[in-house]
């Protein structure tokens, strides 16, 4: 499809050739859309639609002949070819395209922007390509063009072919280029698909900075870095440098996204901070990620430096991203890791405590097996129970020997904690399918509560 817009203007003839290839020329029009056909839509056959839309005053002056205004009469009946007659003898010539026009209002109120807006979405079918063109656009329309191309390639999943301008102000006012003899009114036309490139990079962010999520970026990023990667032989650092950090960012995301507390914990990021930290701004090969480099960094920094941890600096991303299941079970099974790595250090300091938790002299608790974290697990809620002097039904001697032996060395605060994260994790985990659940507003609420109440703790020991 070849979508254009047509204006009042009592255009001029020129000549029309595309910004950076010359060659690609049409001389001696007066409509853009004439030059515009010829250049770029050479394949086009029956089955393509060239649309117009215009406004009524539009279509009497320009897609009709002879409606422009006629000072000796002062009426609008000047003589004029209108495109309606030029574009027909494209189609005498061999050219072939099935010429459509749709009226629109002025757009002179939000309601008429809307109508325009419907006007074009409703005639476009999922899959279609386009071909804009936006040189006689009025007023508010080329923006309103870009904005509509960027919706319909999301939810029709329609290809964007080129939006294209003929700048003919370059060559002056009309009165000025009146005067010039056709061979030297050359205006190019310029192809402005970076407009659709900035608004998609506009979403791409806008995804990763909102939701973490890295798919966007990904998307828009490889294609430009495999050009750059393939120009260079390899050799482009700048591009090498991107492409490995766009791969970290997605392994990360995906971990935080499933939950992958594991990986997480194994995964070396040492390279990914350098990378990060010590990437050459002035050498990037596509643009947009100068300043979208300076975003990953703050946003990751905090994960990627975190080291031991980790566990709470992602169950924070997981909040701020809206990842609340994550976010619950990063932080519980982060804080069961760090009770068991403090445990082990009070247990070595006190050996003959070991004997209660089922391990011999020379072992350590283990901070990934299943039954031992489970144990662990089990211990911390009844010391939580006991801090709060709740029931604990019959408790063998040996656990309230534990439960003394953590409430003496300070592991009461990560008890606390831990006691009240159980019950809104093992609700969300159960859909809600349960007796006195919680409403959604009240889990974000608690465990943003939680977070804090974790950094407050695990920090202030850290400096102590």
Not at 72 to 87: P, Q, S, V
Not at 122 to 149: K, N, S, Y
Request: with cysteine; charged share 25%.
């Amino acid at each position: 499809m070849f979508l254009s817009f047509l204006g009042t203007n009592n255009y001029l003839n020129c000549n029309y050739f595309e910004e950076g290839r010359p060659e690609n020329k049409v001389s001696d029009v007066k409509y853009v859309q004439e030059a515009l056909i010829k250049m770029f839509c050479q394949d086009f056959h029956e089955n393509d639609v060239v649309l117009l839309f215009l406004t009524e005053k539009a279509e009497h002056m320009n897609f009709w002949d002879n409606g422009q205004y006629n000072r000796a009469t002062g009426k609008y009946d000047g003589e004029n070819e209108g495109l309606h007659a030029r574009l027909q003898r494209l189609n005498e010539v061999g050219q072939r395209f099935d010429l459509k026009h749709r009226r629109i209002k002025e757009g002179f109120s939000q309601q008429e922007i809307w109508s325009i807006f419907d006007s074009v979405a409703d005639e476009f079918q999922e899959g279609d390509e386009v071909i804009f063109d936006i040189t006689h656009a009025f007023r508010f329309l080329p923006m309103l063009g870009v904005v509509l191309m960027n919706y319909l390639k999301t939810t029709k999943n329609v290809k964007v072919k080129g939006i294209h301008y003929g700048a003919f102000e370059k060559l002056g006012v009309q009165a000025e280029v009146n005067k010039l003899d056709i061979k030297d009114r050359n205006a190019p036309v310029l192809n402005l698909n970076t407009l659709l490139e900035f608004q998609s990079w506009t979403s791409a962010v806008n995804s990763f900075f909102k939701f973490g999520e890295v798919g966007g970026l990904n998307e828009l990023s490889q294609p430009q870095l495999k050009a750059v990667l393939s120009e260079s032989k390899g050799k482009d650092e700048s591009a090498s440098s991107l492409r490995f950090l766009i791969k970290e960012m997605s392994e990360l995301t995906d971990m935080l996204q499933t939950n992958r507390l594991n990986q997480l914990f194994e995964k070396n990021f040492d390279f990914f901070v350098q990378k990060l930290h010590k990437f050459p701004e002035d050498t990037i090969s596509i643009k947009p990620f100068k300043q979208i480099l300076r975003l990953i960094e703050k946003k990751v920094d905090p994960i990627i430096s975190s080291k031991e941890l980790i566990w709470l600096e992602s169950a924070k991303w997981c909040l701020e991203h809206n990842l609340i299941q994550q976010a619950y079970t990063q932080l519980l099974e982060g804080l069961i890791t760090y009770f068991i790595k403090r445990l082990n250090v009070e247990l070595e300091k006190n050996p003959e405590m070991k004997k209660y938790f089922g391990i011999f002299e020379n072992e350590k608790i283990s901070e990934i097996d299943e039954t031992q974290r489970t144990f662990c697990s089990g211990i911390l809620y009844k010391t939580y129970e006991k801090n709060q002097n709740k029931i604990i039904g019959k408790p063998s001697y040996d656990i309230l020997a534990i439960i003394e032996f953590l409430l003496q060395n300070s592991f009461a605060d990560v008890a606390n904690i831990f006691g009240q994260l159980n019950k809104p994790r093992n609700d969300i985990n159960h859909a809600g399918m349960r007796n006195n659940t919680m409403q959604a507003e009240s889990l974000k609420k608690k465990i943003a509560d939680l977070i804090d109440q974790t950094s407050d703790l695990i920090y202030r020991k850290i400096e102590l």
